[in-house]
């Protein structure tokens, strides 16, 4: 029977030279991940985030109570910076409570500088570094959603630290603890070696709400006390959306899962956020969401967020002439030209969705047929995105595919800024 086999896969692979050589891994199993150390005074699951132009937020847990204080230098062991911030812990349920939850603002810092810090004050032992993105072109970002904390996201994470990049931007879906909160905590430690030295920015996806009629009436618990965002900065009240600089790039984060209706608070904030933008200042525009507006694979077609919310804010976005929206929540990769209202549109956002972090649920691999005109590239594998804005009108986009646990380059495409483009000035 096998030899059957074996002789039908060599005459399909003999018929069929173009369909790839490559085998869809299947999914691999979650990881789990304990502190490395006793000490209830230990800071774990360091991660860091953008403030403002130049300050940074550190945010880690311990088991106990500390000093929620930062020192920090420009030089190994030497620490000349010091701030205070925040501590907070949750309850979920009767079953579980959050160690302490600690926030620091640091800065105002240098461009392009790594600083050395330690969480908990002088008396920490474990320093820990991060680079500070530069002021100037070239800026480089990372892009994978819908991580999770299988041995897959692991390898994707591998791939990405491997790449020297400026910023990590999460379309939504980080850990899929789906209401297992210690899960929130292996994904904590996953993500450190990574998200302790570059700043991580996230949006949430449909796996952050762990909402239970009755028992737990707050949504999105875990997901604003262990991933604040810099929400106030850009004067959202919400920390499921916000928006920020980073050189000449203006990124919009957008939340799929709370109100996005025309008089909705969201959409005020977002129409106001754009009025906000100088194109000069700020060449290139992203925006970052969760559900796809665009989408050709079998999977979530449909969803109410992203029908309704495309319904809603897709004309917003068109009319400020955005270059270029980052989804998640299909777990595979598929590439669009630009368009506006289902069709190519030269003054469009092009539209990528790069769901395929690696987590527990595994690929989507059933796509319609045939391939509408307006999507470029489609694949359902694990892998993770590459952007290198490179000047204020050139950036260069990369898919890499996680080829069992090899990082390999299987999309790459030049894209131009609308606001070079005379033609779609508004
Ligand atoms: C942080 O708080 C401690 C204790 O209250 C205080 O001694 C220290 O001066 C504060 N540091 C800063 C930078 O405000
Ligand atoms: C921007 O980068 C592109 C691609 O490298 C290059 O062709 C172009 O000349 C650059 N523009 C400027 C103004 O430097
Ligand atoms: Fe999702």
């Known amino acids: 029977m096998v030899k059957v086999w074996n002789l039908v896969a060599i005459m399909l692979v003999v018929l069929l030279p173009n369909v790839s050589s490559y085998d869809r891994p299947a999914t691999r199993k979650n990881i789990v991940m304990h502190p490395s150390s006793n000490d209830p005074l230990s800071p774990e699951q360091v991660h860091i985030s953008l403030v403002g132009p130049d300050k940074m937020r550190i945010s880690w847990i311990t088991k106990h109570s500390a000093m929620p204080t930062v020192v920090y230098g420009t030089t190994s062991g030497k620490y000349e910076g010091s701030a205070n911030g925040t501590s907070s812990s949750y309850q979920y349920l009767l079953i579980y409570r959050s160690g302490l939850i600690n926030d620091v603002i640091v800065g105002p810092l240098k461009p392009n500088t790594v600083y050395y810090y330690k969480c908990g004050g002088q008396s920490s032992t474990q320093e820990f570094n991060f680079k500070t993105p530069p002021s100037q072109f070239p800026v480089k970002f990372a892009v994978a959603g819908d991580l999770g904390t299988t041995e897959w996201s692991k390898s994707t994470l591998d791939h990405v630290s491997k790449w020297e990049h400026d910023v990590f931007i999460l379309p939504g879906d980080l850990s899929y603890a789906d209401l297992l909160q210690p899960v929130w905590d292996t994904f904590g430690r996953m993500v450190q070696p990574l998200a302790s030295k570059r700043p991580w920015m996230v949006t949430q996806g449909n796996h952050e709400v762990e909402l239970i009629p009755v028992l737990h009436r707050q949504s999105f618990t875990a997901y604003n006390n262990r991933w604040r965002m810099p929400f106030e900065e850009s004067g ?29 608070d969201q959409y005020q904030w977002l129409e106001k956020d754009l009025k906000s933008i100088d194109r000069k200042t700020t060449p290139w525009l992203m925006a970052v969401i969760h559900a796809p507006w ?24 068109y009319n400020a002439r955005v270059d270029l929206v980052f989804s998640g929540h299909v777990h595979a990769y598929e590439r669009f030209n630009r368009v506006y209202q289902d069709k190519f549109d ?3 956002p092009v539209y990528i969705n790069i769901g395929d972090g690696g987590n527990k649920e595994g690929l989507a691999k059933n796509y319609r047929d045939p391939t509408p005109a307006i999507s470029l590239f489609r694949e359902a594998s694990f892998g993770h995105g590459q952007l290198v804005v490179v000047n204020a009108t050139h950036a260069q986009w990369k898919w890499q595919r996680n080829d069992d646990d090899v990082s390999v380059e299987k999309d790459s495409v030049w894209l ?3 606001s070079a483009d005379l033609s779609c000035q508004i």
């Open 236 to 264: 959202s009240t919400s920390n499921l959306y916000y928006s920020f600089n980073v050189v000449g790039v203006h990124v919009i984060m957008l939340g799929s899962y709370t109100d996005f209706e025309p008089g909705s």
């Open 294 to 317: 665009y989408n050709t694979n079998e999977a979530h077609q449909g969803e109410k967020e992203s029908v309704d919310m495309k319904q809603s804010m897709e004309t917003l976005l």
């Open 346 to 348: 030269k003054c469009g």
């Open 416 to 418: 131009t800024s609308l």
